[in-house]
T-cell receptor, first 111, second 112 residues
Framework: DAGVIQSPRHEVTEMGQEVTLRCKPI?????LFWYRQTMMRGLELLIY????????DSGMPEDRFSAKMPNASFSTLKIQPSEPRDSAVYFC?????????FGPGTRLLVL | GQQLNQSPQSMFIQEGEDVSMNCTSS?????WLWYKQDPGEGPVLLIA?????ELTSNGRLTAQFGITRKDSFLNISASIPSDVGIYFC????????????FGEGTQLTVNP
């Protein structure tokens, strides 16, 4: 079975540009999570969806970040405008019940 | 928010040695999960624990859900070089899997 799919795997962009990260959860999973990982702060939950509805976005750093889940098989995390401090690895994870399965991540570098 | 205290932060061991790491919290968790992260990859689930006192094995890995619900440990027996990576514990205070709290990770280095 395919796991969580994320694209792109790597993204290098310049400050001020819009960045869109994509995620396809595991089929049948009803919850989707976006995380950010940095050396300084570890794994941080940004937002999660349950049945395509955003439940908790308290981890979203600021208004420059937005996430959508238009259907059960696709979600996006958008940063506009991007800043150097947004450089990190962004993970998407999905779950059916208690256990979350992570994608391979998108390594973002904002110059 | 709730925090998990994971220790040790790093370990340097010789191939063949056993490894033990643990997570503790002041709060009760209903689920404990252990993940391993290889460089450049996402965390991969190793073991999931759902009941207090539960002891579960996955090959050379053994994990236990503490009886108080406030701690968990992971043991790796007869370590091999491919065990190298960062090991994370994670706890869920609900049963819906809605929000995991992660430990800070244990960086494991295995010398051949």
């Amino acid at each position: 079975d395919a796991g969580v799919i994320q694209s792109p795997r790597h993204e290098v962009t310049e400050m001020g540009q819009e960045v869109t990260l994509r995620c396809k959860p595991i089929s049948g999973h009803n919850s989707l999570f976006w995380y950010r990982q940095t050396m300084m702060r570890g794994l941080e939950l940004l937002i999660y969806f349950n049945n395509n509805v955003p439940i908790d976005d308290s981890g979203m750093p600021e208004d420059r970040f937005s996430a959508k889940m238009p259907n059960a098989s696709f979600s996006t995390l958008k940063i506009q405008p991007s800043e150097p401090r947004d450089s990190a690895v962004y993970f998407c994870a999905s779950s059916y019940r208690e256990t979350q399965y992570f994608g391979p991540g998108t390594r973002l570098l904002v110059l | 928010g709730q925090q998990l205290n994971q220790s040790p932060q790093s370990m340097f061991i010789q191939e063949g040695e056993d490894v033990s790491m643990n997570c503790t919290s002041s709060s009760i968790f209903n689920t404990w999960l252990w993940y391993k992260q290889d460089p450049g990859e996402g965390p991969v689930l190793l073991i999931a624990l759902y009941k207090a006192g539960e002891l579960t094995s996955n090959g050379r890995l053994t994990a236990q859900f503490g009886i108080t619900r406030k701690d968990s440990f992971l043991n790796i027996s007869a370590s091999i070089p491919s065990d190298v990576g960062i090991y994370f514990c994670a706890g869920d205070q609900e049963t819906s899997g809605s929000r995991l709290t992660f430990g800070e990770g244990t960086q494991l280095t295995v010398n051949p």
